[in-house]
């Protein structure tokens, strides 16, 4: 998605949003002078800290404010979960805690950055910010400077938004649910794809705990060979199945068997050998595979 451009055109929309007719008035609703929007506007920017600010206020949809439609081509799969439904979620999140707590709606856009930066990287399902800065396409220099002067993200809470279908309010203010559109049974965990034997960082997965009649303790999404296992790092014993392995330091998808005494049988689609048990560090037993990885 792009960020950068469409800023005339997303400035209108949030004048429709909030009811107004005249750039001034949105420029006293903003508390910014008329010469700073008529910038703004002249070089067609996209206005992310005017979208998230008006999102939330008036629980318009980011997709809509952003680029002018609820179904955008160049939003990646994620967001295509974001429903109209979601968006009158978020709106009534935003008024139910509005009416618990008055007090506590306060957006400060100038400010909250670390904080905000904290809450993608959990969003996202990543565990480190590096993680987070891969993902967007940014180096750990710029991502660090944010962080370190505190400065609000507004962009990278908007793709968050459309990406993870995370509420807008969480991850602005902290405040209401993190996944307010997801049953309680749905939930995002870490996943990561095997890139030549490495294990490699790739957002979430959207687990729906339904699935299985056994609670996992700590699973974990593995996109590999046009496949993604939803495994569990949490294991008592090794049994046989698919497991996440890691093989003179090469991490793969293999299938086991063991056999005695302290052996194990160990195969893929091309291959197969015996060692010991010992010889093999096991990483994650596999319950489930999705063919055709989306």
């Known amino acids: 998605m792009d960020l950068r451009r469409g800023g005339k055109t997303a400035i209108d929309r949030i004048m429709k949003a909030y009811g107004f007719t005249t750039k001034q008035a949105l420029c006293d609703k903003l508390g ?26 008036t629980g318009a949809s980011v997709e809509w404010l952003a680029f002018g439609t609820e179904n955008n081509q160049q939003v990646s799969p994620p967001s295509q979960a974001i429903t109209e439904q979601h968006h009158q979620d978020v709106a009534d999140s935003i008024h139910s805690i509005a009416q618990k707590s008055p007090n506590e709606i306060k957006i400060n856009l100038n400010q909250g950055g670390k904080a ?32 370190l002067r505190d400065t609000f993200p507004a962009d990278w809470i908007i793709q968050c938004a459309l990406e993870t279908g995370a509420s807008l309010i969480w991850l602005t203010i902290g405040k209401g649910q993190k996944f307010d559109n997801l049953s309680n049974n749905v939930r995002p965990i870490h996943r990561k794809h095997i890139v030549d ?18 609670p996992l303790n700590s699973p974990i999404a593995i996109s590999f060979a046009n496949k993604t296992y939803i495994a569990d790092m949490a294991f008592s014993e090794i049994v046989d199945g698919e497991w996440l392995v890691i093989i003179e330091g090469k991490s793969s998808i293999r299938k086991i068997t063991r056999i005695p005494v302290g052996m194990v049988k160990v195969t893929n689609s091309s291959s197969d050998f015996e060692c010991s048990i010992d010889e093999i560090e096991f990483i994650a037993r596999c319950h489930s595979v999705v063919v055709n990885n989306i």
Request: charged share 20%; glycine share 4%.
């Open 32 to 57: 910014i002078s008329s010469s700073t929007l008529a910038n703004r506007y002249t070089r067609d920017s996209l206005p992310t800290d005017f979208i998230v600010q008006c999102a939330i206020e």
């Open 116 to 147: 905000a930066i904290e809450r993608l990287v959990e969003a996202y399902g990543f565990t480190t910010r590096q993680a987070l800065a891969d993902h967007l396409g940014i180096s750990k220099s710029t991502l660090a400077n944010r962080y």
């Open 197 to 214: 034997g490495e294990l490699i960082d790739a957002s979430f997965f959207m687990l729906d705990t339904n699935l299985f009649t056994q």
